[in-house]
C-alpha cells in the first residue's frame, strides 16, 4: 500500500483558532485581563453568570470598536462607555473588562462567560455587492463576518456580507433610533422567516429578511412592522455560513424522550444555540 498523504494544516485554521470560550471571575477593577483564548477576539459577547439576570448579555465587536455595546436580551439602542468601563480591549490572547457601567461584564466576585469570535483584527473593507454599500470584515475560513451598514428606508435593499459562500444565519441589530429589535435569520425557517430574541415563537412575514441570502448578499424585507431598514440608521449585522468540522446550522425534531433525538453535525460542538420553534419558550444556550 503507498503511504497516505497527510495534509499540513496552518495552525490559524484549527477551530479552535477562530472560536473560543472563556469563564472568568470579575473584580470590579479597571483593568481585568481575561487571558488563554489563544487569539485576539472580534466579537465578544459576555454574560454574567450568577447575578440573578441584573444584567443583559453585551456584544462588543471591534468594527464598532471597545466602547460600544449592545444587547441581545432587549432593544435598547448601542451604549458607549469609557476607556476603563466595560471591555477596555480586545487583546492578542484574549480581552480586558474594567469597571462596569453600562453592561454586567465584571462584577466583583461573580462568575461569567465569554463567547468569542476571530475575524479580521477589525480591519474593515467597503462592499458595494448590494444596493446598500456595507462595511465589512470577513473571516471566510471560519465562515463569519461583521457588516456595518445604514438603512436608507427603502423595500428589498440587499447588503453585501463578504463570506463568499452562503450565511445559514444572520442576527442584526439597529444601533440607534429609539429601540428596534433584534431579527434572526435561520436557513431552515423559509424565505420570510423571523425571530426577535424572545420566547415568542417563529414568524413569517416581509416586515423580516425579504428572501433567502446568496453568497454575496442578504435582503432585508418590507419597510414597517420594527423592521430594520424602516429608518435612516446605522446598523450591525453578525453572519455566519457552514464550515466542516468547525459549525453548522440546521433542525432537528424532539421525541420527548430520555434518549432524545441525535443531531449529526461532524464535530464535537463547543457551544450549542437552539430555539423551540413551535412554542413560545425560550432561546437556549
Sequence with gaps: MPKPTIEKRCVQDIPQKQFGIALYTGDNSTSNAITGLG????LVWIKARDDNNAYSNALFDTSRG????IFSDNSRDEDSSSSTQDLVSFDSDGFTVGTSY?????????????????VNG???ASNGSGSI???????????????????????NQTVGHGLGAVPKFILTKPLTGG????????????????????????????????AHPDSSVFTMGSVGNSMPNDTSTPVISYCWADIEGLQKFGTYEGNGNDDGTFVYTGFRPRMIFIKETDNNDDWVL
Design 122 to 124: 477589525g480591519t474593515t
Design 102 to 118: 453600562n453592561t454586567g461584564s465584571n462584577l466583583s466576585g461573580k462568575t461569567h462567560v465569554a463567547w468569542c469570535w476571530k
Design 179 to 210: 429601540g428596534w429589535s433584534w431579527w434572526i435569520y435561520h436557513i431552515t425557517e423559509g424565505t420570510l422567516g423571523y425571530y426577535k430574541f424572545t420566547s415568542t415563537k417563529f414568524t413569517a412575514g416581509t416586515a423580516g429578511y425579504g
Design 133 to 155: 454599500t456595507s462595511t465589512v470584515q470577513a473571516n471566510t475560513k471560519a465562515g463569519f463576518s461583521i457588516v456595518s451598514w445604514t438603512s436608507n428606508n427603502q423595500a
Design 66 to 69: 471597545r466602547a460600544k455595546s
Design 39 to 42: 487569539f485576539q477576539p472580534d
